[in-house]
C-alpha cells in the first residue's frame, strides 16, 4: 500500500528531518531514561514507530512535536516496565518559573546542562521532563504543555520543584567513581584491534553474533558482521581503550585528528568468551557528548604509528 504523505513531505524529506533530530531527541531521551545508551534505545525505536506511523502526521509543520511525543510516550513505557521504583507524589501547589531569558533563567540553564544524565533518575518524571526540555533544550512553556498535555501552570509547578531539586543533588558531593579494571575480554579485544589482528577478531564473534550501528541497518551472524572489522581495516586508522561508562566496560574510539579525547565508544556483549553483541557508536557520536565515559585505560598521542 502506498503511503499517505503529509502535505511537504515525502519520504526523501521525512528522512532527513529525522535524521536532524536525533541528537536533540538524544539529549531528551537520555536524560528522562538516565542512561545514553538507553536514551539512544528509545531514539531509535521511536525514529522506526515514526516512519510506521506518517500517516497519523496532520502537517510537515508539526513534525517536531509529534515526534517528541513518539519519544516521549515510548520512553514513559519503557520507564514503567522498570523496577517498581515509586515516583514522588506530585504537590498541588505550584511555584512560578520565568519565561522570559535573562540571568537568573541562564544559571537554572546551566544547573540542568552541568547535571550528569544519570542524577536525572532522582527526579520524578513530570519534573525530569519539564527541566530537560525547558533548561536543557530551551521550549516553551506553551511547547512543553502540549507535548506532556497538561495546564502551563502544571509545567510551571514541575519546573520549579525539579529546578529545585537539582540544585541540592550538584550542591552535595557527586560519588567518585574508580577506575574499575577492565575485563580480560575487553582487554583482549582492544588489545587484537590496535594491532590490527582482524582475523584474531573475527574468530571472537559468535555465530549468532548482532551489530548495531545506529543509523546503518543491522547485521548478524559471523560472516556478515566479520564485514565490521574490513570495513575498520580499510578507513582512516583509530585507537581504541577499555572504558566504563554507568559501572560498565565500554571500549573508547579515538581518532587521529584528536587522540587527546575518545571520539565515541562501542559496547560489547560476550557470551561464554565470545562477541554476541557489538553496539558501534561511530554514526550516532552525540550520543558520546553526554557519556560520563571513565578510561580504564591510555590512548595518548605517543600509541599512534
Not at 579525547?261 to 562501542?266: E, I, P, T
Given at each position: ?31 528522562l ?14 525514529m ?31 520507564l514503567?516496565?522498570r ?5 514522588d507524589?506530585?504537590d ?5 518559573a520565568a ?12 544547573e ?54 537539582l ?22 579485544y582492544?588489545?587484537?584491534?590496535n594491532s ?17 550501528q ?8 559471523a ?10 581495516s580499510?578507513?582512516p ?69
Open positions: 500500500m502506498k503511503t499517505a504523505w503529509p502535505e511537504g513531505l515525502d519520504e526523501r524529506s521525512f528522512l532527513v528531518v529525522l535524521g536532524d533530530m536525533r541528537p536533540e531527541l538524544h539529549r531528551y531521551c537520555a536524560r531514561m538516565g542512561s545514553v545508551v538507553d536514551g539512544e534505545d528509545v531514539v531509535q525505536d521511536a522506526d514507530r515514526a516512519f510506521a506511523s506518517v500517516e497519523s502526521l496532520q502537517s510537515a509543520a508539526a513534525i517536531r512535536g509529534w515526534l517528541y511525543r513518539i519519544a516521549h510516550n515510548r520512553a514513559l513505557d519503557l514503567r516496565n523496577s517498581n521504583r515509586k515516583e507524589a506530585l498541588a501547589a505550584y511555584g512560578l519565561e522570559a531569558a535573562g540571568p537568573i533563567e541562564d544559571l537554572l540553564n546551566d540542568a546542562i552541568r547535571t550528569a544524565v544519570t542524577r536525572f533518575l532522582e527526579l520524578p518524571i513530570p519534573q525530569r521532563s519539564c527541566v530537560v526540555l525547558k533548561d536543557v533544550l530551551g521550549q516553551s512553556l506553551a511547547e512543553i504543555s502540549l507535548l506532556l498535555g497538561i495546564s502551563t501552570d502544571a509545567v510551571k509547578g514541575h519546573l520549579w520543584r525539579g529546578r529545585e531539586s540544585k541540592r543533588l550538584n550542591a552535595s558531593s557527586p560519588t567518585r567513581v574508580a577506575r574499575i579494571t577492565p575485563s580480560n575480554e575487553t582487554e583482549r582492544v588489545e587484537l584491534f590490527g589482528n582482524w582475523a584474531g577478531l573475527r574468530a571472537l564473534l559468535a555465530d549468532d553474533v548482532k551489530l548495531n545506529a543509523t546503518h541497518p543491522a547485521r548478524s551472524g560472516t556478515d558482521v566479520g564485514m565490521f572489522f574490513s570495513i575498520y580499510q578507513s586508522r583509530v585507537r581504541l581503550a577499555p572504558a566504563q561508562l554507568d559501572g560498565r566496560d565500554v571500549v573508547a574510539v579515538f581518532e587521529s585528528t584528536d587522540p587527546s579525547r575518545s571520539a565515541y565508544f562501542m559496547l560489547l556483549e560476550w557470551d561464554r568468551g565470545r562477541i554476541a553483541l557489538i553496539r558501534d557508536f561511530r554514526y550516532a557520536r552525540y550520543v558520546a557528548r553526554d557519556a560520563d565515559l571513565v578510561q580504564s585505560g591510555d590512548a595518548s598521542a605517543s600509541d599512534w604509528s
